[in-house]
């Protein structure tokens, strides 16, 4: 079954931000693989503005071997704005079930909530969340 993330981004502060510098990780235990992929299902910003990339990490860690990198390819972000709902999906290329449980990232959260476990980065620098160690 495929992993079906839903996302948005919303900027506290008080400063313009652009939107092609950021980027948020989903940590997953079963996405470190090159046989892993993601698509946009629908972007309230658009699909085209939206990039995706599953990253292996090279180091696994507790509740992660991989993450699913969330990015922008532009715009800005003022103090109050939402990205508005991100719709994405990962699958397996042979499209076998992930085993969610233990995942870093995962939520069973039934609302937007807040959900430190998925990291927002500027640039390189870790402007929110907490990477799982």
């Known amino acids: 079954m495929p992993v079906p993330p839903r996302h ?11 939107s092609g510098g950021r980027a948020s990780q989903y940590f997953t235990r079963d996405g470190g693989s090159p046989a892993v992929y993601a698509w946009c299902d629908y972007a309230a910003v658009g699909c085209s503005d939206v990039t995706l990339r599953v990253v292996p ?15 922008f390819t532009g715009g800005t972000l003022a103090a109050g704005q939402s990205t508005g709902e991100l719709q994405l999906r990962m699958s397996k290329s042979d499209w076998s079930d992930f085993d969610e449980v233990g ?7 039934t609302t937007y909530t807040d959900v430190p476990a998925i990291p927002a980065y500027l640039g ?3 402007a929110w969340g907490t990477p799982p160690a």
């Open 8 to 18: 948005g981004t919303e900027r506290a502060g008080q400063n313009l931000l652009p």
């Open 57 to 71: 990490l090279t180091t696994p860690v507790a509740g992660a071997d991989g993450y699913l990198e969330v990015g």
């Open 103 to 109: 995942d870093a990232s995962r939520s069973t959260a």
């Open 124 to 126: 390189t620098a870790l």
